[in-house]
């Protein structure tokens, strides 16, 4: 019987499974790792950094939230601060949407001696913020945090991963959800909605006649419209591990950047399994079950009709923020009054509470964690070995398993 292991949390948890079990494969195409560093020295499509200095005296450079520690967001704001280190001061904005605010250990997490002793940091809070007047063709409102309105220039940092609404993360979501107010993050978000259900084309991976990634994409060219924007964003390979940085401008860095993702985190199987056994990867990404339901996402499409989903996360923090305990629970007992509630008065949890409860419906899901006190639409055990076990009794002994290491990819088939 062969031995295997995930992470969970903290920790690496071992398992037994004498039944067919794979780990999905990236393609063929090697793609080399860089640092920070060397992105910076070859940007794609603008011009090096410390030019940004001769632009403008107000620097305005906006990291990720704690929830993205992943990121190493240290190690890039001070590669951003060291070509930047003639200008006296910059402001930093803590961009985290709708996130919770930093505690002051968390600013020191993020950026370390990236800040120089006249910097100031701010924490984005979304209902404090400056409306343009700008509007979308969609009807949504471009607003921002006062120090990036007030910008000449502004330095993006973040990361890129498959994103369930807008396809792919990093870029302009540093500015929409990162830095925009709260009506304005709702507003784009909404538009997965589509004729009572979620737009199909609103998923991970997925560009081309998405409506969040396309109202994202003509907020930021408003909100930027007037200031020198320069980008750096890194992407982790499929053990969610920082790989591969790049550069530049806004558009053509990111751009650069999804291809790489595709690559890096699209892994293939030659048919479709019966089960999975995931993990969003371990701390932080299993954090909440908030967060940790993409690595549902990840693998429903390379499973059978009727396929099950194991997933391991020790969810330190429970459910997640705000409400979404509640909307799992509501959804979990009547999936129409909380789709009613999304299409009048949508918010982020109530939405991934209604895809979670979705999800469970065709597959069935199983949580592995220590936490049995939160609200989940499927059966939760206390490790892989019982989960095993129901899959085994359910599907058979010779049932064929996947084991995805990561959430921030996606298993594709030859059959999808």
Partial sequence: MERHSILSGRSRIEFDYDGPLIYPERGTQKIESNSPYEALDDPEGAERLELMAEKGPKITIVIPDATRSWQNVILMAEAVRSRLDKVDRVDWVIGGGQHRLPTEEEKELLLGKAKRDRDHVYSHDPEIFIETGLITSNGNSVTLHKKVLEADSVVLIGGIVHHELA?????????????????????????????????????????????????????????????????????????????????????????????????????????????????????????????????????????????????????????????????????????????????????????????????????????????NDINFPGMICSNIQEALAIVKKRLGESAEGLVLKAGNCVVVTAEN
């Fill in 167 to 371: 396809g792919f993360s990093g870029g302009r979501k540093a500015v929409i959800p990162g830095v925009s107010g709260k009506g304005s993050i709702i507003k784009n978000h909404s538009f997965c909605l589509d004729n009572g259900g979620i737009n199909p084309m609103t998923d991970c991976g997925k560009l081309a006649d998405n409506p969040v990634h396309q109202d994202m994409m003509e907020y930021i060219q408003l909100a930027m419209k007037d200031k020198d924007v320069f980008i750096l964003n890194v992407i982790p390979d499929e053990n969610g591990m920082p790989w591969r940085y790049v550069a530049g401008d806004l558009v053509r860095a990111w751009e650069k950047g999804v291809e790489i993702a595709r690559e890096l985190q699209v892994l293939y199987v030659d048919h479709k399994m019966d089960f999975a056994i995931v993990s969003p990867g371990g701390h932080p990404y299993d954090l909440d079950l908030y967060q940790s339901t993409k690595s549902i996402t990840a693998v429903k499409g390379a499973l059978r009709e009727g396929g099950m989903i194991i997933m391991a996360a020790e969810l330190e923090d429970g459910a997640g923020p705000g409400d979404y305990g509640e909307m799992v629970e509501l959804a979990m007992r009547d999936k129409a009054k909380l789709l009613n509630k999304l299409e009048n008065e949508f918010t982020i949890p109530s939405f991934c509470a209604f895809k979670l409860v979705l999800d469970s419906i065709s597959n069935t899901l199983i949580l592995v964690s220590s936490r």
